[in-house]
C-alpha cells in the first residue's frame, strides 16, 4: 500500500508538532503546512486544534486555510479532525457567542451541562464505546481509555454520524464522521497505544486499506 501525502494544517492554534510526531511513531510521514498551495495538493488533510472555537476559526479563515479543507473533503480526499479540530467540522458553536465553522458536518458544538459530581472541563482518562463499525476504531475495544481535555462536545443533526461515545454524565460523541470525513474529540498523541492504534487506523483507511 502507498502512503498518501498527508499534511498537518497549521493554522496557528495546535499541538501540531506533537501530532506529527505520533504519526510518525506509526511509520506515517507528515508535513505540518501552513501554505494553501501544499494543502490544495495535499491527498490527505489533517486538523488538529486546542483552545477556543472562535479563535481557531478565525486563524483557520485569516490564513486562507478553510477553503482548502472544504475543498479537500469535497472532493472525497480524506480529512481527520483532531480535538478543536472535530468541532470546526461542524456548522456553529456557542463556545462564547456563537461562532460558525466549516459545516463538513451537520449540528452544533455546546458546552456540557453543570452537573453535580462533573467539572468542566472533561479531563484525563476516559472510556471509548463504538456506536457503529468504522475503519478507524480497527482493533479498538469497547472501553478501552483515551485523554481528554475539553468543555464542549459535539451534538451531530445525524445520529448516523456518530462512530463512538463517551460517557461523561451524559454520553457524548466522541468519534465522528461521514464518508471520507472523520474525526476524533479525544487527543490521540496522550492516549498511549490507543491514540497510536486509531491514527495507525487512519493512515492505513486513508491509504485504501481494507476495513477490519
Not at 480526499?77 to 456563537?98: A, D, H, T
Request: one cysteine or more; aromatic letters at 8%; glycine letters at 12%.
Amino acid at each position: 500500500m502507498t502512503q498518501p501525502k498527508l499534511v498537518i494544517v497549521d493554522y496557528g492554534v495546535g499541538n501540531f508538532r506533537n501530532v506529527q510526531k505520533a504519526f510518525e511513531a506509526v511509520g506515517a510521514a507528515a508535513e505540518i503546512t501552513d501554505s494553501v498551495q501544499t494543502v490544495e495538493a495535499a491527498e490527505v488533510v489533517v486538523l488538529p486544534g486546542v483552545g477556543a472555537f472562535g479563535d481557531a476559526m478565525r486563524h483557520l479563515r485569516e490564513r486562507g486555510l478553510d477553503q482548502p479543507v472544504l475543498a479537500a473533503a469535497r472532493a472525497g480526499k480524506p480529512v481527520f479532525g483532531i480535538c478543536v479540530g472535530l468541532q470546526l467540522l461542524f456548522e456553529e458553536s456557542e463556545e462564547m457567542g456563537r461562532h460558525e465553522g466549516l459545516g463538513i458536518l451537520p449540528g452544533k458544538i455546546v458546552r456540557f451541562p453543570n452537573r453535580p459530581g462533573f467539572v468542566v472541563p472533561h479531563m484525563g482518562w476516559n472510556q471509548i464505546e463504538p456506536a457503529r463499525p468504522h475503519p478507524l476504531l480497527r482493533r479498538v475495544n469497547s472501553g478501552d481509555f483515551a485523554y481528554f481535555a475539553h468543555s464542549y462536545y459535539a451534538v451531530p443533526a445525524n445520529p448516523a454520524d456518530i462512530i463512538a461515545c463517551t460517557d461523561y454524565g451524559q454520553l457524548f460523541p466522541t468519534v465522528v464522521g461521514r464518508d471520507n470525513v472523520c474525526a476524533i474529540q479525544f487527543h490521540p498523541e496522550k492516549s498511549q497505544q490507543v491514540g497510536l492504534q486509531i491514527l495507525r487506523n487512519f493512515v492505513e483507511w486513508a491509504g485504501g486499506g481494507e476495513e477490519g
